[in-house]
């Protein structure tokens, strides 16, 4: 059984700067392919990015590129997130899954994943 816990949440400014971590219990860690989402009041569960296995490959949604930064330390066993010029439509609950993989194919839905975190707040006034 994996268990994820996410940290570093919390209330920022508008155009401020915030860096998640997700602490991934397995001693696998480096055969899991990882991804945050996140989830507004009333709304579904929405991709943000990934990150394969090795860290060789990401992906993001369209909304988040070029602003916020997937990573990951198997070392530490342990997936980034550095969120920068953060706007107020970024509020969420933000989780972190993960799922054994080791292919090139990453997973955009919520249905790929097999583990989940149990969500850090995210707010970000105006």
């Known amino acids: 059984q994996v268990q994820l816990v996410e940290s570093g949440g919390g209330l920022v400014q508008a155009g401020g700067s915030l860096r998640l971590s997700c602490a991934h219990s397995?001693?696998?860690?480096?055969?899991?392919?990882m991804g945050w989402f996140r989830q507004a009041p009333g709304k579904d569960r929405l991709f943000v990015a990934t990150?394969?296995?090795?860290?060789?490959?990401?992906r993001y949604e369209d909304s988040v590129k070029g602003r916020f930064t997937i990573s990951r330390d198997n070392a530490k066993n342990t997936l980034y997130l550095q969120m920068n010029s953060l706007k107020p439509e970024d509020t969420a609950i933000y989780y972190c899954a993960a799922r054994s993989s080791q292919s090139m194919d990453l997973g955009t839905t919520p249905e790929y994943y097999v583990y989940w975190g149990q969500g850090t707040q995210v707010t970000v006034s105006s």
């Open positions: 397995g001693r696998t860690f480096s055969t899991y392919a």
């Open positions: 990150i394969n296995w090795s860290g060789g490959i990401v």
